[in-house]
């Protein structure tokens, strides 16, 4: 095993944990009880997940699906999903919180001061943390719940930059994967922070557990691959089928168009018009970001669209010289690979031709 994959490994899961850990003890100090520190024993599964990883892949990612990704949300977003929901008892006082960082920094100048004429370090260093740790306490919870939405997207994306790639995925497909997830990230950052603090929302407790479920549901396109990854056919019968030929030549862009109407856009559009139809909730931005919406959802479409017509262009242009196109698009002799099936199944598809091809002169057909 390379040291420099090892290094990635261990270091990457390790930042999850801590970031994890975070989010957990924001929790138990939010909530005043120790018992939510129960949900530590969520990073268990990540420790058994590196653990795995190490023995079975030497390190390296899986083909379409990294399992690290998807145990850092297991292990960060209860945390993220309680804090928004205390969110609504905590109160920003600028001037308490002003006094109370003085305070801290008071104290930390006075063990400082006290630690110089000490022999040992180990307790000016135990006493420094103290006072550290004390002074991250003052800041007010919905900082820090802000703080921790956006780092928790954050390391989704140098997390995925930092973890070992498979032999599946190239650096070129990477980089381009990790481009869409910035673009992602921000997208989901601002329908959190921004539908949430809405005062009418924060005083409706199932709708804000429905905006929490919309953007849990939009967290699980992290772990997938899907959007820079062709799936590859091989030369049988059934995959030459018509959707099988579709799946094959453009997995990448129907993956993406599939995840912007049904996991994010589609579900972003629904919720915001909701807000707007159902509960009278209106602003600027919320308009802005419904209309964004509707602008990516109909472009979407307008992409699917433009993939099937020149799918079946490419279909009736084959069928015409008894070719079969195959995955990745190369031509296979009719009389040879294709069976009587798909036969059939190409000339039923071929049979309403477009348009275009009514102009085309009977010697030409």
């Not at 964004?292 to 099937?308: D, G, H, S, W």
Request: hydrophobic share 45%; with cysteine; net charge negative.
């Amino acid at each position: 095993m390379e040291l420099m994959v090892l290094l990635n490994a261990l270091v990457t899961r390790l930042l999850f944990v801590l970031h994890s850990l975070i989010g957990v003890w924001r929790v138990t100090a939010a909530k005043k009880e120790p018992k939510y520190w129960l949900l530590a024993l969520l990073n268990l599964l990540l420790c058994l997940e590196t653990g795995l990883t190490l023995k079975f892949k030497q390190g390296r990612g899986y083909k379409w699906f990294s399992p690290a990704i998807f145990l850092y949300l297991i292990c960060t977003v209860p945390s993220l999903w309680l804090l928004e929901i205390h969110h609504g008892t905590q109160y920003c006082g600028n001037e308490p919180g002003t006094v109370q960082v003085n305070v801290s920094n008071q104290d930390f100048n006075q063990s400082r001061d006290s630690s110089h004429g000490s022999e040992g370090t180990d307790h000016h260093i135990i006493q420094t943390a103290k006072v550290f740790v004390n002074q991250l306490s003052t800041i007010c919870e919905t900082v820090w719940t802000l703080a921790l939405h956006q780092t928790f997207l954050l390391l989704l994306v140098v997390g995925r930059w930092l973890l070992p790639i498979g032999v599946e995925i190239t650096r070129d497909q990477l980089s381009q994967l990790l481009l869409m997830f910035v673009g992602t990230a921000a997208d989901i950052l601002e329908f959190a922070s921004e539908t949430l603090d809405i005062e009418d929302v924060r005083k409706n407790y199932a709708l804000i557990n429905a905006i929490l479920a919309v953007w849990t549901w939009s967290m699980l396109q992290f772990p997938l691959d899907l959007a820079v990854q062709h799936i590859g056919c091989k030369p049988t019968a059934s995959t030459r089928r018509i959707p099988n030929l579709l799946l094959c030549r453009y997995s990448a862009e129907l993956w993406n168009i599939g995840v912007s109407l049904f996991i994010q856009d589609g579900p972003f559009f629904i919720v915001r018009s909701i807000l707007m139809g159902h509960f009278r909730i209106f602003n600027q931005m919320l308009v802005f970001f419904t209309a964004k919406n509707i602008l990516v959802v109909t472009l979407q479409l307008y992409r699917l669209a433009v993939i099937m017509l020149d799918f079946r262009d490419t279909i009736l242009q084959k069928s015409r010289k008894g070719e079969v196109c195959c995955c990745p698009c190369e031509p296979y002799e009719a009389s040879t690979h294709a069976t009587a099936d798909q036969d059939t199944e190409m000339k039923d598809f071929a049979a309403s031709p477009p348009k275009q091809e009514s102009q085309i002169p009977p010697e030409d057909q």
